[in-house]
């Protein structure tokens, strides 16, 4: 039985515009800088380069730019220190940030119109931030060809889920005690996660367009990216002692305004742009332009290797963003893309399809159909919640998705947070008797942070309302059979998700 995307493929191709986005070729390049995977033998010279630097980064007083503090407070800082701030004596509450500290793209509370700001320069900001680290290791290292390592998670292959030795030894600059003590003990992610997680990899390979609620940065944002940093942090699993906080609750990583100081954080958001570098140079890749980033502006401020400060402008930005001195050495060199003639029509239906998946706009945009719509006000427990949606609902759904060709399915999963949950789930789409296909994942790494609330405190009466989404064209069967939403909890945290709305909506 066909998917909805392949019965219709014939109407896409004649009814999707081919002058949105020039065509591109691959010009000759070379990258000076090599990323290794963490946990293999070549990647060893540079984890102890970067061991290195980070003793001395240590020992520097923290309102120098290259030391570890101020680095780390350039991703986020605690709005206030609990007692006097044994590692930083000038800071004690937010009015005392320096330059760039606070900068990143998770400093953003509820509103709306910021989020999808934040979201669309997510990528973009960790990549420069991350970028900036490098070059101060390579100088303070003297490893002239040092790169960052990235942490391979979610690998078929057991021992690439373990955290490299380095940062397992506590005589080690890049050791964290604030960390999950299976990891830090030198036990592998566990087998659910590590599955989770290769689920959502291979979803996130073929998710369109970049930007958007359903969008590749928004989605990988959320998972794996805020996954690992929960996990990592140990939420909902131990309480540690938080050193940025100088309080007792969950790990550097799994708060915002701490995770900056954990030196896994550099090896997470690694693999994280090695995940955005292979969608770029895929086929199913798409870049914001110049123009979406102006409409949404973001400050880029960071610390040159010297330790001077820097500020880019956003044209700056788009050329070191999108064409870095660095490679990963299990990929491929990216596209450096040269702008060509676009033809007014493609050869071959072949062609068509795979111009149409390119010319994609790189942020969801358009007008907005409600399908259907149901309230629950239920929590979701340890058995799996499943909702059927009726036939009636499912022959809708169908009838205008063929009429309204080109268009989006996307399923909103609402639910509301009192407490930030240390677990996460995952949401499947079921035919009866067919394997189930994944949607995706609800994950709640920055909940507290966003919505202006301290580690210990509650949400409030009313609590965190969130919204998930999940683009579902390619998954929904050209059928009028009824079919179920599936969430299934992952982790044993006691914090309560209620699941208030679930609906279907076409966006064209």
């Known amino acids: 039985m066909k998917t909805l995307l392949s019965s219709f493929m014939m109407v896409l191709i004649f009814t999707t515009g081919f002058s949105q986005k020039p065509d591109y070729k691959r010009t000759n390049t070379s990258k000076q800088y090599v990323r290794k995977n963490a946990t293999s033998p070549s990647a060893k010279a540079d984890l102890d380069a970067m061991a290195d630097a980070f003793e001395i980064m240590r020992s520097i007083r923290c309102d120098a730019g290259r030391s570890w503090y101020y680095q780390g407070a350039i991703h986020n800082i605690p709005a206030k220190i609990i007692g006097a701030n044994k590692l930083c004596a000038l800071y004690e509450t937010e009015k005392d940030k320096l ?60 021992d690439e889920n373990r955290l490299p030795s ?60 805020g996954l690992m940093h929960d996990y990592i942090g140990a939420d909902g699993k131990e309480i540690l002692w938080n050193e940025i906080y100088q309080d007792s609750m969950s790990g550097l ?43 949404y502006p973001w400050e880029y401020n960071f610390i040159e290797p010297n330790g001077d400060e820097i500020t880019y402008s956003l044209e700056e ?52 159909t409600l399908l259907w719509k149901h309230g629950f006000n239920r929590v979701i427990g340890n058995k799996p919640f499943k909702h059927l949606v009726s036939k009636d609902n499912a022959k ?40 189930d296909k994944y949607l995706g994942m609800m994950t709640f790494f920055g909940v507290n942070h966003h919505h202006g609330v301290q580690h210990h ?13 999940y683009e579902i064209s390619d998954d929904l069967v050209d059928t009028n059979d009824e079919f179920e939403i599936i969430i299934n909890k992952r982790g044993d945290s006691k914090a309560k998700v209620t699941v208030e709305t679930m609906s279907l909506s076409a966006i064209n």
């Open 99 to 158: 330059f760039a500290w606070g900068d990143c793209t998770h400093a953003v509370k509820t509103d709306t119109l910021a989020k999808e700001k934040a979201a669309l320069h997510f990528l973009l900001w960790h990549r420069l931030y991350t970028w900036h680290l490098e070059k101060i290791v390579r100088k303070l290292s003297c490893k002239e060809d040092f790169a960052i390592p990235f942490w391979n998670y979610g690998s078929d292959i057991v």
């Open 166 to 225: 380095q940062l397992q030894d506590p005589t080690n600059a890049l050791y964290e005690q604030s960390r999950y003590s299976l990891l830090n003990n030198g036990y592998p992610i566990d087998d659910s996660t590590r599955m989770d997680i290769g689920l959502q990899l291979n979803s996130l390979a073929t998710t369109t367009p970049f930007g958007g609620e359903t969008g590749f940065s928004q989605i990988l944002e959320a998972s794996p990216h």
């Open 253 to 295: 990583m799994a708060n915002v305004p701490s995770a900056g100081f954990d030196p896994v954080f550099w090896l997470h958001h690694s693999m994280v742009d090695r995940i955005w570098w292979e969608w770029d140079n895929s086929e199913y890749g798409s870049r914001p332009t110049l123009e979406e980033l102006k409409e």
């Open 317 to 368: 930005v788009y050329a070191i963003v999108f064409d870095p001195d660095y490679t990963y050495e299990d990929v491929e060199e990216p596209q450096i893309l040269a702008e060509v003639q676009s033809p007014s029509m493609p050869t071959s239906l072949k062609d068509a399809f795979a111009s149409s998946k390119k010319m994609k706009k790189s942020v969801q945009q358009g007008g907005e």
């Open 396 to 435: 809708k759904t169908i009838k205008h998705f063929k009429k309204a060709q080109p268009s989006k399915l996307v399923l909103r999963i609402n639910v509301v947070v009192y407490k930030e949950p240390g677990h996460y789930f995952t949401v499947f789409l079921r035919y009866k008797d067919q394997p």
């Open 457 to 469: 405190h509650s949400l409030g009466e009313e609590g965190a309302k969130l919204s998930f989404a």
